[in-house]
């Protein structure tokens, strides 16, 4: 039963920015900094790249193909491959998994928003010390109404390029936005070379501390590529479903995990070499952006301009990959319950609104409601990056090397990529170790990991 009137990116130019723009996000330009900052730097960024090139790539590459070879949503693209009824309840958690993320994503999308409004105000503009700003952000966290309005207009603008749909809305909107955040986040980085003290920072972003490496380093690099590469849910799956066979799944793979890893490292760059130019505390966690941003541009001349351009770009990257959220969960209810698209995107923006108003009222009314002892942001945060997501991908890698088959799979994969494979031909041969043995071995140890068994095993060895 083939869906004659589904529709697909215009250009294989769009899907690669559709995809990295999925991939591109709050991730990259607020939580890999801070990581990495707080994880020996650039030996964090050493295994970092060998996580996504050795995990991220294959894993990627297999749901792009899934998606690619059924021309279905998470769950009707199990549905399509096997009769057994667990895979289809493994692309349901992608839903739900979606669903998680949307909440507590908008609610920091949200404060991005409300931070262009702030700087355009000149809210920051008597800032001298971090402190302020920290105390600005506390008490801006503290007040409902601020947090509510700007979650609900970041998760109106993302069911509106939705609801458009793939070309006219995802295509069109990831066009203009993603190079415009290119050239931004490239200005940004300039700026920050460029101010007096900024070696200090590069110092810091490059200079390998291979002592901080510890299993808990792996293990949070890994799970960060799969955050920050929107895999292990769907999202590159659905969006695997919408490309042309005449495309190349390796060739656009690795197109959109260089775009994703230059923009981390850039932001990197960016944040390190302006907050270490202005004397900062790198590692802040969370309050990092809000904290030290407004301060940081505030004591250099454009001081308004750059913070304005700084938290639209933080919004715009937070709106490519909330819209690819959307689209998978309104890809299920299109193929799988026929729903119109438009009445698919106002029930999951509806949905995504009342999951994140506890996300977002964590930090004031609901303060005190906890959750396996984190407050609910916290809680669906950590459930999602890292549980939900590590499992998915790991599922994933066994549907590929062990139920749907590698001869299936690089039948398949060989579509569009007759070219690629002749001038790389060892790169099958990699990609077939990695996604049926290595990359599930590893995940299988991250996810031992977030469920404590590794450390009871460690503490038996040691006692
Ligand atoms: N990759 C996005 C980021 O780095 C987050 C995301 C995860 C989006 C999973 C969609 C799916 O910000």
């Not at 993603?178 to 986040?185: R, T």
């Amino acid at each position: 039963m083939e869906n004659p009137k589904r529709e697909q990116w215009s250009s294989k130019m769009g899907f690669i920015l559709a995809a990295a723009g999925s991939a591109i996000g709050l991730g990259n330009i607020w939580k890999f900094p801070y990581i990495a900052g707080e994880n020996g730097g650039a030996a964090f960024l050493f295994i970092y790249l060998i996580c996504i090139l050795s995990i991220g790539l294959p894993v990627l590459i297999a749901e792009v193909l899934i998606g690619r070879t059924t021309q279905r949503n998470p769950v009707g693209a199990f549905k399509k491959l096997t009769n057994n009824k667990f895979w289809s309840y493994v692309g349901k958690m992608g839903i739900i998994t979606a669903f998680i993320i949307l909440s507590f994503y908008s609610v920091v999308a949200g404060w991005a928003i409300g931070y262009i409004v702030e700087s355009a105000k000149g809210a920051f503009q008597s800032f001298k010390e971090p402190a302020q700003a920290g105390e600005y952000f506390n008490s801006l966290l503290l007040q409902p109404e601020w947090n509510l309005f700007y979650l609900l207009v970041f998760i109106l603008m993302s069911m509106f390029f939705v609801y458009f749909g793939v070309q006219k809305g995802i295509e069109k909107g990831s066009k203009i936005m993603m190079p415009l955040l290119f050239i931004l986040l490239i200005i940004l980085m300039i700026r920050g070379i460029t101010l007096e003290g900024a070696n200090e920072g590069l110092k810091f972003f490059f200079h390998p501390e291979w002592s901080k490496i510890t299993s808990q380093t792996i293990l949070l690099a890994l799970g960060h590529a799969f955050f920050t590469l929107s895999l292990g849910m769907g999202v590159i799956m659905t969006y695997g479903s919408y490309m042309s066979n005449n495309d190349s799944i390796p060739g656009t793979s690795l197109s959109i995990i260089i775009l994703d890893t230059v923009i981390s490292v850039v932001a990197g760059v960016m944040i390190f070499t302006t907050v270490f130019a202005f004397g900062q505390d790198p590692a802040q966690g969370p309050g990092l952006i809000f904290h030290v941003i407004p301060v940081v541009f505030n004591q250099m001349p454009g001081g308004i301009f750059f913070a304005i351009l700084f938290f639209i770009l933080l919004a715009l990257a937070a709106l490519t990959s909330s819209i690819s959220l959307i689209e998978v969960v309104v890809a299920y209810f299109v193929d799988e319950k026929k729903w119109k698209r438009q009445k698919a995107v106002i029930f999951t923006g509806v949905v995504g609104t009342l999951l994140a108003i506890p996300c977002s009222l964590s930090y004031n009314l609901m303060s005190e409601v906890k959750l396996f002892d984190s407050n609910f942001f916290d809680t669906l945060d950590f459930l999602a990056s890292n549980i939900l997501l590590p499992l998915g991908g790991f599922l994933l890698a066994i549907f590929v090397g062990y139920v749907w088959g590698l001869d299936k799979a690089v039948e398949n994969l060989k579509i569009g990529s007759e070219k690629f494979f002749e001038k790389y031909p060892v790169s099958l041969f990699l990609w077939k170790i990695f996604i049926k043995y290595l990359a599930p071995l590893l995940m299988f140890f991250v996810l031992l990991d977030t469920v404590g068994i590794l450390k009871v095993v460690k503490n038996l060895f040691v006692e």
